[in-house]
């Protein structure tokens, strides 16, 4: 899988989960003497969740999160690219999506002070360039 220049890997980038949301927006409409009825409005933000866990005293992988939260900071779209369901040599291109934000927990300090492991989990949204969704969000 790859997140613009970020590339998941087992010894850099290692992810366990993808959590993807979808949703529509309702409004409430009254009706005079009647029980209100719903009014499609849009869609909803289509938020997709990279989970994962590093081990940076083993595989020296914590320069590849931090360049995560380094592209988080240049406020770019960038490509979404994964495997294709069932197939072992296709790729699915998700289109451009920004990257909302990053959440890290440090834990198993060692006596210098540094994690033993960071959890992690990327929240990413589709780049929508004038309300038209591109790549897999149409």
Request: neutral net charge; hydrophobic residues 45%; charged residues 15%.
């Amino acid at each position: 899988m790859m997140l613009g220049p970020h590339m998941f890997t087992i010894t850099a980038l290692s992810f366990q989960k993808l959590s993807e949301e979808f949703s529509a927006e309702w409004a409430v409409m009254p009706h005079f003497g009647a029980s209100p009825g719903l009014q499609f409005t849009g869609f909803g933000e289509d938020t997709k969740t990279i989970s994962g866990v590093l081990f940076p005293q083993e595989f020296d992988n914590r320069i590849y999160i931090d360049a995560v939260t380094a592209t988080i900071r240049a406020a770019i779209a960038v490509p979404f690219i994964s495997w294709a369901s069932g197939l072992a040599m296709a790729a699915t291109i998700h289109g451009r999506v920004v990257i909302k934000s990053i959440k890290k927990d440090h834990d198993y300090i060692n006596r210098y002070g540094q994690p033993g492991r960071i959890t992690y989990s990327i929240d990413i949204q589709p780049f929508i360039d004038g309300g038209k969704p591109l790549g897999q969000w149409q």
